[in-house]
């Protein structure tokens, strides 16, 4: 069983950066794909950004392109998401996911999922 663990969210001001950690258990990380997402209060999920198996494919949307980056480190099992200089606007849940390639995780399907961390940045 696949299971994935969110940390790294906090409350912050604007303007501040956080660095997002997404471990996984199992013994098959190397080979999948891994995304962040984030949901708004009120607001459906949304994609912020994936990266393929070996790290050196990456995809974002617009919103986020250039301020938050993402990287895995495969002997660790674990993917970050670099935030920043956020915004008020990027408070929301995030969470990761994992599949076996980028392609659903950019169309926001994912075949594991973590359970989220908060992040919250205020004006």
């Known amino acids: 069983q696949v299971r994935l663990v969110e940390s790294g969210g906090g409350l912050v001001q604007a303007g501040d950066a956080l660095r997002l950690s997404c471990s996984r258990s199992?013994?098959?990380?190397?080979?999948?794909?891994m995304g962040w997402f984030r949901q708004a209060p009120g607001k459906d999920r949304g994609f912020v950004a994936a990266?393929?198996?070996?790290?050196?494919?990456?995809y974002y949307p617009d919103s986020v392109k250039g301020r938050f980056p993402v990287s895995r480190d495969n002997a660790k099992n674990t993917v970050y998401l670099q935030m920043n200089s956020l915004q008020p606007e990027d408070t929301a849940v995030y969470y990761c996911?994992?599949?076996?390639?980028?392609?659903?995780?950019?169309?926001?399907?994912?075949?594991?999922w973590g359970q989220g961390t908060q992040v919250t940045v205020s004006s």
């Open positions: 199992g013994n098959t990380f190397s080979s999948m794909a």
């Open positions: 996911a994992a599949a076996a390639t980028v392609e659903p995780l950019r169309r926001l399907r994912g075949d594991y």
């Open positions: 990266i393929g198996w070996g790290g050196g494919t990456t």
